[in-house]
């Protein structure tokens, strides 16, 4: 029995080389870099791999249903469609904190508890978060064509609404991928697909963009200064440490909880000595199971239609000037703390203070011995790296305390 030619047609209606746009070939061009960067590159391929395959997924043309008619339903923003469930651990901010008990449960504070005053290195880095802060506001005053005012639900004041989309683009700085998602699905779900995919675009271009910022603001002396071997942090100490930051840090800023109290959960699981298959069980399956899934559906939320946008465009740099300041940020409170310090700290350290673990520490590692091949400052800046993953959070809490 032969189809008839308006079954043919309607069927072809339906296809993705029917529907498809510029927009949709641009993005899925975009997902097929970020699968060359982390296959070829290495540049975080935990990361890059899903996000570029979402975007693929994300962008497949579907066709929109005529008025009346039921569409397919099974695209990322249709209510009820598999990948919307999925997508509702983002939107809700479920799948940032299961990511940070499964880093807390693989993170080792020993370096930050044996020289605690590096926290400040990381505390200085989040300057370049409030300072991104205050830029993107005047920028949404100043420039209104980039709609970073608009409010979906026409509910907020205007004024209210630019300062919470300001802020949840100023986290890209701490250049933690589940802190920028936490945040801005709080303040601003609108942007959080291209906050969620800029934050982690720089989260893996670290080794590319802070290198030239470290060699510019240091000299060649100041990166060959060697740091003595850190003290040894006791058990008692590791254990401590989790149940004494997670108080003084959400008795300071409580709405952080969410992200501090499962990361220093995540700690003691590992430092306890007892819950060694709790703590195996998040520093790997568990996370690795939600970095899927986050990935995935933080890809396929790019859609063409609703990604590329003047607002978009606008995330992107405002995220890139604030981890650009960040870093710089660092490497000057370094700087400033060597006048006042009779051991030198090699002021390379201080750009490990963005959240990017263990990234930002192994590039300062690398930047330090393409100067002086004995030169270790691995473990000396994995302090001021775990540093800014707290600051991180404890900034997005503020932030989220005034804004939210």
């Not at 997902?31 to 899903?50: M, N, Q």
Request: charged fraction near 10%.
């Amino acid at each position: 029995m032969e189809l008839p030619l308006d079954a043919i047609w309607q069927y072809l209606q339906f296809t993705g080389f029917y529907n498809a746009t510029p927009g949709n070939l641009i993005m899925i061009a975009v997902g097929c870099l970020f699968i060359y960067l982390a296959i070829s590159k290495e540049y975080e391929p935990l990361l890059l791999v899903p996000i570029g395959f979402g975007m693929l997924i994300g962008n497949v043309p579907i066709p929109l249903p005529e008025a009346g008619q039921k569409g397919l339903e099974i695209g990322i923003y249709e209510p009820g469609s598999a990948l919307n469930l999925l997508y509702f651990g983002v939107t809700a901010g479920i799948y940032p904190p299961l990511i940070f008990l499964g880093i807390g449960a693989m993170t080792d504070f020993s370096s930050l508890i044996a020289r605690p005053k590096l926290v400040l290195l990381g505390a200085a880095a989040q300057v370049g978060v409030f300072a991104t802060l205050f830029s993107a506001i005047l920028i949404g005053q100043y420039i209104p064509a980039l709609e970073l005012a608009v409010d979906p639900a026409g509910v907020l004041n205007p004024q209210i609404r630019l300062m919470q989309a300001a802020a949840s683009i100023a986290i890209i700085g701490g250049a933690d991928g589940p802190t920028a998602i936490f945040l801005s699905s709080q303040l601003a779900p609108d942007l959080l697909g291209a906050i969620a995919v800029s934050a982690y675009s720089y989260m893996a271009l670290v080794p590319v963009i802070q290198p030239p910022i470290m060699r510019l603001l240091t000299t060649r002396e100041e990166r060959l200064i060697r740091m003595s071997p850190p003290p040894v942090a006791t058990k008692t100490q590791k254990i401590i440490f989790p149940i004494i930051g997670l108080l003084v840090c959400l008795f300071i800023v409580p709405g952080a909880l969410p992200l501090l109290g499962l990361l220093f959960f995540g700690n003691l699981l590992k430092e306890s000595g007892v819950t060694e298959r709790l703590a195996t069980t998040a520093r790997t399956t568990f996370i690795d199971i939600v970095t899927i899934l986050l990935g995935i559906t933080v890809g396929a939320s790019t859609q063409a239609s609703t990604f590329l946008t003047p607002r978009s465009i606008a995330v992107f740099v405002l995220g890139a000037i604030s981890f650009m300041i960040a870093t710089a940020s660092g490497l000057l409170f370094a700087k400033a703390m060597n006048l006042f310090l009779k051991e030198k700290i090699n002021p390379l350290i201080g750009a490990a203070g963005v959240s990017a673990v263990p990234m930002a520490a192994r590039v300062v590692h690398q930047v330090g011995q393409s100067e002086d091949p004995q030169n270790h400052l691995l473990m000396h800046a994995m302090a001021p790296n775990v540093a800014g993953v707290i600051g991180s959070a404890v900034a997005a809490g503020v932030l989220l305390a005034v804004l939210g």
